[in-house]
């Protein structure tokens, strides 16, 4: 006698798949992703051009600019993208070299699943090669560092920037790096606080060079003054910033007046304008030079000004007026009657309005102690000027990581190198089945040297075996022997002064395996059915090749 049919407990359209067959698929999607930014990595990096659907370009070899904008439909795909972007928030840099990795690691757990080895019993191998990394680098890999020695500072972000597109100003580049975050660091309680997403704003103008680029002692905005008799130049400004209306408060709703005679009317109107003469005297009273506010001035206000000399803006952005005040030292000031003398700010050498171009622009610098800057850039066009961009926040991001955490690895492929031998080593002493997938995870570190070299067209299996021999001799140290990204030679990445932070390469490191877990982790993947009565069958075709780019390689 026959059981009972089979038991559908998913509804009709909904695919399912499970076991072996999903691993693979998501390895496959990680390698895929990794190749897409391969070329993207060391000094002799390929630009990617990526057309937006609305017509825009953007060239970069940002390995998270690149990502962000490519349309991925596989689940594994999209963690692999988030992964660049986490590092990108975290410590700036890395971005390309972590999802090389990452889709590394995952490529080398493909012969153990092959092998019918568990997934878990490879986790538990990379769990212990991340933690056993981790330590090599701090202990054996990792050279303090003296930050009041610029040398030491600069080559750091010079190793960073050589490889993106403002290579060629790369002594401007770290110059500015360095003295934007100098500038926006602060010391409180012994916590260093450095916050250069808010306080350093970079300003792209076209035109110019890129050597007219700078950064400036104070800020600049696109603002002019509101009222051309003002003046537009005063030296040792005193400073007052608001965000308050300067303009009668009109009513929230719909307010009705009922006037019996003529002479209310103008009592009403008197009334408004004597309370924006009460607010300008309040503020005169101080004597400030310039006033500053972030919503409107009335047109009676800016006479008011004018007649007393001092020089208006309004419309300023929240974000721009908290840069004017940790430059000049100034407080903002909600309300006009609770203006006090330490609010005005002193802090600054100069306040004048310019012309670049066809805008006018306010800068307000020569900032005695100024703890927020503006770094001005130049360029021929709007492209440019967004990859420089693109890159100096990579140069900043490095000079912060140094600040915070003084501790350097050298660059050029070395680190995973050493890393790489001294795991190998560690190996031999574990017992059991855990012993290859960790020595993989060390085979798996040897793509960035490897990568490096390909993308120089370099002999990859001769350099690779060349620097392998190297580290491994233990009596000379070889620590900081590397490729060189620009000819594919071996070299000692100490006298070519390439070097990174210690902050970035633990990041890449645990981003990258940890992810690898995270997807070896997945042995089933259910997909549900198309909404609105579109084709039958399952949202997404997990079995496809992984050719999951909306655009061509």
Not at 515 to 535: C, F, M, N, Y
Request: net charge negative; charged share 30%; aromatic share 4%.
């Amino acid at each position: 006698m026959n059981g009972p049919g089979p038991i559908m407990v998913l509804s009709q359209n909904t695919k399912r798949e499970s076991g072996r067959k999903v691993q693979t698929e998501n390895i496959n999607a990680g390698k895929t992703i990794g190749d897409v930014v391969r070329t993207c990595l060391g000094p002799r990096a390929m630009l990617k051009m990526l057309m937006d659907p609305m017509g825009g370009i953007v060239m970069t070899n940002d390995g998270n600019a690149i990502l962000r904008e490519i349309t991925v439909q596989h689940p594994a795909g999209k963690t692999m993208i988030e992964i660049a972007r986490t590092q990108d928030e975290e410590v700036g840099d890395g971005t390309t070299s972590v999802i090389v990795l990452a889709a590394e690691v995952l490529g080398v757990s493909q012969q153990f699943l092959e092998e019918k080895m568990h997934p878990t019993v490879i986790i538990q191998a990379y769990r212990q090669a991340l933690e056993d990394a981790a330590n090599i680098l701090r202990e054996k890999v990792a050279t303090p560092i003296d930050l009041d020695n610029k040398a030491e500072v600069r080559k750091v972000v010079q190793s960073c920037v050589g490889t993106k597109f403002i290579a060629k100003w790369s002594d401007l580049a770290c110059d500015i790096a360095m003295d934007a975050v100098k500038t926006v660091s602060i010391d409180e309680t012994g916590k260093k606080e450095i916050d250069i997403k808010r306080y350093a704003k970079v300003e792209k103008i076209p035109g110019g060079t890129i050597e007219d680029s700078k950064v400036l002692k104070g800020v600049m905005f696109n603002k002019d003054v509101t009222h051309p008799k003002m003046k537009r130049r005063i030296e040792k400004p005193r400073i007052l910033l608001l965000d308050c209306n300067l303009e009668y408060k009109k009513g929230e709703s719909q307010t009705n007046i009922e006037l019996m005679k003529e002479e209310d009317f103008s009592k009403v109107l008197e009334q408004e304008e004597t309370f924006i003469k009460k607010m300008c005297d309040e503020i005169l009273a101080f004597k400030p030079d310039l006033v500053i506010t972030e919503k409107g001035v009335s047109d009676l206000a800016q006479h008011f000004f004018n007649k007393a000399g001092v020089t208006a803006i309004r419309r300023l952005r929240k974000s721009d007026n908290l840069r004017v005040a940790r430059a000049c030292g100034a407080t903002i000031v909600n309300r006009t009657d609770e203006i006090t003398e330490e609010d005005i700010g002193t802090g600054a050498g100069l306040f004048e309005v310019r012309k670049i171009g066809d805008e006018y622009f306010t800068f307000i610098e020569e900032c005695q102690d100024p703890k927020a800057c503006t770094i001005l850039l130049r360029g021929a066009s709007k492209d440019i000027l967004n990859e420089v961009e693109r890159n100096l926040q990579d140069a900043l991001n490095v000079a912060r990581n140094l600040y915070l955490e003084p501790a350097l690895v050298p660059g050029g492929g070395a680190t995973e190198m050493e890393v790489a031998h001294l795991l190998t080593q560690m190996a031999k002493s574990l017992n059991g089945v855990i012993q290859w997938p960790y020595k993989a995870v060390a085979s798996a570190l040897e793509v960035i040297p490897r990568t490096l070299a390909q993308n120089c067209g370099a002999n990859t299996i001769r350099s690779l075996t060349a620097l392998r021999a190297k580290h491994a001799l233990e009596t000379e140290k070889n620590v900081n022997w590397g490729i060189n990204g620009e000819t594919g030679e071996l070299a000692d990445m100490d006298k070519l002064g390439i070097w990174e932070p210690l902050s970035v390469k633990l990041q890449v490191y645990k981003t990258a395996i940890e992810t690898a877990i995270l997807l070896l982790r997945i042995d089933d993947i259910v997909s549900g059915s198309k909404k609105r009565g579109e084709q039958e069958g399952p949202a997404v075709n997990h079995a496809a090749e992984p050719s999951m780019m909306s655009m061509g390689e």
